[in-house]
């Protein structure tokens, strides 16, 4: 392949058009943080999209997701809302002139996580505000790093393309799904639906490339005391009570995994890999009554290389011998139940050409050289990488406090990472010159 004629634009070229359309990024980025959506309310902001992947002249297609498809699909996780109404959103360009390079797909996730106490946040979350900084400008809000800012950078990589009188010479596949942040079945069904390409690159926070992630479980656990007045409540057993004591032998397992010598050789020199967090408790009627009942929801982080199947048989076997062990068993009841994520997790080779050819692209954009990073959370790489057995990585805008309070994006790394993508999509794709 010769890649001088696949690609006739230099860095500067790119650096340029990328800093041209920078009032333009953050424009759209604005507009995209200030929908919010959250679980189940993701249709404005698809609608948004749409029209962004129109202006560029893609094939539009939206679609509902069809759970009776993804059943059964071993990267299948169970839904906590319904479906009805939830879209989908491909943009797919096809080339006009030949095609030539390799394809991509550009995954994105337009869901963003619960916002948490408002009161804590210095402006309201879904009210974008831009923080002028001597170390780089910053956009604060939900969802602007994780991971609008990365959906901005992929629609202006390409925008940057054109601009520059070219299009990728091979199909380019723009993907912006739902629920990557409770189940991935977004991005499930988009593979399902038969979108593939020769390399997939999701960028989601950080300005580094994803060597690996953990699997992740969402795991629910009901429990039943034994309610009687609380004058008297040594005689009963509080479901909160036992609930704790649940949790606390799921902490030791939490410790047992995270020990030295237990852990996968990506994770050796991480700080503390392995989370189970109490995420949600619910429980209880009021003060003078012991409490009947007792929901706890975890989310459960474990290793590359094992199935789902294994951690719910340990964690199962771990919650049966502390209820057996306790001297009232016979009153309490538990249930454990699963509603989320059952996510695998994977080792993500980058001597593969597209991780290469990214990080390539990274050092020749900035100078610097492109660090990796074992992540300890789960992403949508696993369908690419798992299922679809697409090269897959996550590259993009650095952030901080995703998850948060005050989640910002840093916006000199969303223009970076802009001119980092078009770069690769140059290269990996091959350009061709536009009709005038
Ligand atoms: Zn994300």
Known sequence: ??????????????????????????????????????LGQETSAQVLMAGEFAALGLEVREFEIDENKLHGHPGYSPSIVSYQGRRNVVGLHRPAGPVR??????NGHIDVVPVGAERLWSHPPFEPHIERRADGDRLYGRGAADMKAGIVAYTMALRALQRLGCEPAAPVTLQSVIEEECTGNGALACLLEGYTADAAVIPEPGQDVLSAQLGVMWVTLD??????HAAVAHTGIG??????HLVAELRRLEAKWNEPARRHSMYCGHEHPINFNLGRIEGG?????????????LRLGFYP?????????????????AHAAHPQRDSVTVEVSYHGFQAEGLVVDLQQPAMLALMQAHADITGRPCATRASTATTDVRFFHLYGHIPCTCYGPAGERIHGIDEWVSLPSLHEVTAVLALFIARWCGVNRRAA
């Open 1 to 38: 392949m010769d890649t001088a004629t696949l690609n006739p634009l230099t860095e500067a070229d790119i650096v340029g058009a990328v800093q041209a359309q920078a009032a333009e990024s953050v424009a759209l980025l604005k507009r995209l943080v200030a929908e919010p959506s959250l």
């Open 101 to 106: 390079g390799r394809s991509l797909i550009l």
């Open 223 to 228: 429990v039943y005391g034994v309610p009687v």
């Open 239 to 244: 479901a909160i009570e036992f609930a704790q």
């Open 285 to 297: 009627e009021w003060s003078s009554s012991v409490s009947t009942h007792c929901r706890v929801d």
């Open 305 to 321: 290389g094992r199935t789902p199947a294994e951690v719910r048989a340990e964690v199962e076997a771990l919650i049966r011998a």
